[in-house]
Each structure stands twice: as structure tokens, then as C-alpha cells.
């Protein structure tokens, strides 16, 4: 089933945009881990919908209601199933799509997949509104890595063509990802930051988006965890971040940059400091051989421009097989990226867990 991920630690996604709720179950959890509901409603307000002008004007309180798995402040080790309600649905607007699919969307695909009986209002189970109950579930296992001091944070590296500054990544500190998850902008560079916000409102003039790209980094990772081959960490990670709506795209370390090197360079020089097995540099993030090398995991993604624009486009009628030109009603974000920044944490992190109780490491 597409909706379910994991090996030991398994996720399990239900519900559509304009549903009455969305949610998910997270099964595999080790039991004793201390939930904090502050801190996960503060991951979820970084994703929310309706907080600031980049963002679609649907408002959502996106309060995650836990229904099992949780007792006195503790995970039991049972299932932990949490829903999040639906309020600020408006599906009229949606009417005149049911046999006009959107550009780039999955209204086609997922028509033919599902014999036209999906439900179509706002993308329906393809609805990035489904990366809600995503956010949960990562903030509930950060808090389970956080036992181990393993951190998890990104930023906006790249939009609309503005870039920020890169991770330093030889030298990435928990405290500095802290600092970095506690900004409404997820930027390193406030100028940069300022640049991209002008990027994105100039599409919305061109009632068009913009995309870009969201740089994730992972401390104190201990070395040895992942396995070669389809168990690989880069394996795990890649299968859970192009798992969320608009990512087409991963590259760890220095991704494709490394084809443009020679092997001399590329290669990360072994050294011993701090009483400990370090590399001088960083150029393959952190994984070697599909397992941890005790650096900074660093990756980045490719976040596409939000596919629902106002801007008249092309697509043809599937009922009487003519062509038509198609003007999105709606509200829809002129750019994902923001949102997209606490996504990523929350599935990385869902991720790494999983490899590590697989593992017998927690």
C-alpha cells in the first residue's frame, strides 16, 4: 500500500484534502519516549497553512489530536494514532476540475490509477495537506532521537533562483539547527531571506510560483548505522523525502556537483581528532558505502513550483476529448519551499529513527 512506510518503526497516512480530518499511525515506536506537545505544535505552525504572505490564505489550527499510544506523557509502545481535523475546506472550487485536470497535478494520473472513483476536492489523498500528519509523526520521533542528542534541521537554500548560505558541513552543531528551526523565515541569511520573499511575491504579481531547494542536515549520527546495498541510509532517507508532494529531487553531499570532480578531490581524507575518527571534508555527506561515517549527514532537495497557479494554462476536457484553456481558482501558496523546510525534517527524522531501532542501536 503507497500510504505506509517503514520497516520496524512503520507510518501509515490517511485522509484527503478536504475531508474531514487527515492523519496517521506510527507503529514501532520504542515505548518511554517523553512527548512533548509544545514542541510538536510548534513544528506543526511551521508548516501550517495561512501564516504569512507566501503561504495559501487557507487557515488550518492544525492541532494534532492523539487518540492511542500515549499515556501520562509517555509512549506506551502501542500504536500512536493522532488525527488533525479539516475546517477551512472550500470545495466549489474544485467543481469544474472533475473532468479537467490540472497541469502537473496528479488529477490525471490519479483518475486513471483509481478509475475516476478519487476524491478530486483540493488533490484529495494527493493534497499536500497530507504532509500534516507527516509533520506529527517527525516531530514525534525528533523527540525520540533527541535521547541520543541526534539533531535534525534544514533550511530554504534556494528560491525562485535566490540562494542562501550553505551548511557548514564538517562543522554542523545541534545548537546552531536549534537556533535554525526556531525562525519564521528557515534561512541562514536574513538578506537572502528578504531576496526570496521578493521572488515569490513577484510570481504571485505573475499569478504564477516559484520553486527551490531545501538543505537538511543530521548531528551526531553515530558511525556504522545503515547497511549496503537497499538498506543504505541514503536508500532510506531518498524513499521517505521523495515521498512528499512537489520533492523530484535528492542529492547527498555534493551531489551532482561530484561529477564535474576527480576522485582526488572528491574523496574525504580519514583523520583522527578529538579522540575520535573524523574526515577532513564532507563531500559525500556523511555516508559511505550506504552507512554512516559519524560526520553530518547533509542532503538537499528539489521542491517544484506549486503546480496550482491563476495563470491560464493548457489541458483538455476528458469527457469530450477537447481542448480547453484553464484558469485555477482557489488558494494555493505562489511558493511551497517555506512549508516544505519542516516536511523534510519531520520524514528524515522518521526515517533515521527507523534505521536505528532496525538496527538495535536505540
Not at 216 to 240: K, Q, S, T, W, Y
Not at 244 to 260: H, Q, S
Amino acid at each position: 500500500m503507497g500510504s505506509i512506510i517503514g520497516e520496524r518503526v512503520r507510518i501509515s497516512v490517511y485522509g484527503e484534502s478536504h475531508g474531514k480530518s487527515v492523519g496517521v499511525v506510527i507503529d514501532g515506536l520504542p515505548s518511554g519516549i517523553r512527548i512533548d506537545a509544545d514542541d510538536i505544535a510548534a513544528h506543526m505552525q511551521r508548516r501550517a497553512p495561512g501564516r504569512a504572505a507566501w503561504s495559501t490564505t487557507r487557515r488550518e489550527g492544525d492541532v494534532a489530536e492523539i487518540q492511542s499510544g500515549v499515556y501520562r506523557g509517555y509512549t506506551t509502545g502501542t500504536p500512536l494514532c493522532a488525527l488533525i481535523q479539516n475546517f477551512g475546506t472550500r470545495s466549489e472550487d474544485y467543481e469544474d476540475l472533475k473532468s479537467r485536470p490540472r497541469p502537473s497535478h496528479a488529477d490525471y494520473t490519479g483518475s486513471v490509477r483509481y478509475g475516476g472513483y478519487g476524491d478530486p476536492r483540493g488533490g484529495g489523498h494527493f493534497s499536500g495537506r497530507l504532509t500534516a500528519p507527516l509533520v506529527f509523526a517527525g516531530a514525534v520521533c525528533m523527540q525520540a532521537l533527541h535521547t541520543h542528542e541526534i539533531f535534525v534541521g534544514g533550511h530554504a537554500l534556494e528560491i525562485g533562483g535566490e540562494r542562501d548560505t550553505g551548511f557548514d558541513d564538517v562543522r554542523l552543531e545541534p545548537e546552531f539547527l536549534r537556533r535554525l528551526v526556531r525562525r519564521e523565515f528557515p534561512v541562514i541569511s536574513d538578506e537572502a531571506g528578504e531576496r526570496m520573499k521578493a521572488a515569490i511575491e513577484a510570481a504571485r504579481r505573475d499569478l504564477d510560483s516559484v520553486g527551490g531547494i531545501v538543505e537538511c542536515g543530521i548531528v551526531n549520527v553515530p558511525a556504522g548505522l545503515g547497511d549496503p546495498m537497499f538498506g543504505g541510509l541514503e536508500v532510506r532517507i531518498g524513499a521517505m523525502v521523495l515521498s512528499v508532494p512537489a520533492i523530484k529531487g535528492v542529492e547527498f553531499g555534493d551531489g551532482f556537483a561530484i561529477a564535474r570532480s576527480r576522485g582526488s578531490q572528491n574523496n574525504d581524507p580519514i583523520v583522527y581528532r578529538d579522540g575520535a575518527v573524523h574526515t577532513a571534508t564532507n563531500h559525500n555527506g556523511g555516508i559511505d558505502g550506504g552507512i554512516s561515517n559519524g560526520m553530518p549527514i547533509v542532503f538537499r532537495v528539489v521542491v517544484k513550483p506549486t503546480a496550482s497557479i491563476p495563470k491560464a494554462q493548457q489541458t483538455i476536457d476528458l469527457e469530450t476529448k477537447e481542448a480547453e484553456t484553464l484558469v485555477i481558482k482557489g488558494r494555493h501558496d505562489p511558493c511551497i519551499v517555506p512549508r516544505a523546510v519542516p516536511v523534510v525534517e519531520a520524514v528524515t527524522a522518521v526515517a533515521l529513527l527507523d534505521v536505528l531501532v532496525s538496527s538495535s542501536k536505540y
